[in-house]
C-alpha cells in the first residue's frame, strides 16, 4: 500500500497542552498534505508543505517534512476542545495518499 | 459563497438498486473527484475527473459509475454489482492539474444498503 499512516491512531490530551501527530509514507512525493475531519464531516485541507521545504507554520500549526525518513509531523499548540477531531496526512504524488487518521480529543 | 455541495446528506438503498450521488461545486475548478470512507480505513479513491466528458479509474472502481458533462458537476452513480456499497462518500474538487494542490471537500453522502 502507497497509503500514509499517522501515528498514533487516537490521542487524548488537556485543553492548553500541544498535540503531536506523525505520518509516515513510502513514494516519493510532491508535497505532503494534512486535513482535519470533524465527525461525520467533509475534510478541510489545513496546511501544504512541498516536498523541497522542511518546516511551515500556519497560527497554531507547525508541519515538518523529512523526505530522507519520508516522514512528516502536525504540531497543534496550545490545544483547544474545538481541536477535537480526525486528522490526516496525504503524501502527494501521482495521487493523493491519505492515511487511517490520528483521532485527537482535547478534553477541557 | 463559493464549495462543494453533495447531496442527499444520508441515502439508504435495497440490494440491487442504483444510487445517484449528487456533486456540485461553484469554485470553477478543473478537476474533480469521489472518494469512498470506511471506518478505520483511509479515503479510497474511487474516480476522478480533470475535464468535462473525460474521467479515470481510481483504485475501487468497480460497481461504480461517473460521468462530467458539465464542469460543476460530477455525479457518482453505485450501481448494484458494488457488493459492499455502505459507506460515506466524499466529493472534493481542486484548481489545475489533478493531485496537485489542495483538495476541497463536500459535507458527504453516507449510504446505509438495507
Known amino acids: 500500500s502507497q497509503q500514509g499512516e499517522e501515528d498514533p491512531q487516537a490521542l487524548s490530551i488537556q485543553e492548553g497542552e500541544n498535540a503531536t501527530m506523525n505520518c509516515s509514507y513510502k513514494t516519493s512525493i510532491n508535497n505532503l498534505q494534512w486535513y482535519r475531519q470533524n465527525s461525520g464531516r467533509g475534510l478541510v485541507h489545513l496546511i501544504l508543505i512541498r516536498s523541497n521545504e522542511r518546516e511551515k507554520h500556519s497560527g497554531r500549526l507547525r508541519v515538518t517534512l523529512d523526505t530522507s525518513k519520508k516522514s512528516s509531523s502536525l504540531l497543534i499548540t496550545a490545544s483547544r476542545a474545538a481541536d477535537t477531531a480526525s486528522y490526516f496526512c496525504?503524501?502527494?504524488?501521482?495521487?493523493?495518499?491519505f492515511g487511517t487518521g490520528t483521532s485527537l480529543t482535547v478534553i477541557p | 459563497d463559493g464549495g462543494i455541495t453533495q447531496s442527499p446528506k444520508y441515502l439508504f438503498r435495497k440490494e440491487g438498486q442504483n444510487v445517484t450521488l449528487s456533486c456540485e461545486q461553484n469554485?470553477?475548478?478543473?478537476?474533480m473527484y469521489w472518494y469512498r470512507q470506511d471506518p478505520g480505513q483511509g479515503l479510497r479513491l474511487i474516480y476522478y475527473s480533470q475535464i468535462v466528458n473525460d474521467f479515470q479509474k481510481g483504485d475501487i472502481a468497480e460497481g461504480y459509475s461517473v460521468s462530467r458533462e458539465k464542469k460543476e458537476s460530477f455525479p457518482l452513480t453505485v450501481t448494484s454489482a458494488q457488493k459492499n456499497p455502505t459507506a460515506f462518500y466524499l466529493c472534493?474538487?481542486?484548481?489545475?492539474?489533478?493531485?496537485?494542490?489542495?483538495?476541497?471537500f463536500g459535507e458527504g453522502s453516507r449510504l446505509t444498503v438495507l
Open positions: 469554485l470553477n475548478h478543473d478537476a
Open positions: 472534493a474538487s481542486s484548481m489545475g492539474q489533478a493531485f496537485t494542490g489542495e483538495l476541497f
Open positions: 496525504a503524501p502527494t504524488g501521482n495521487q493523493f495518499y
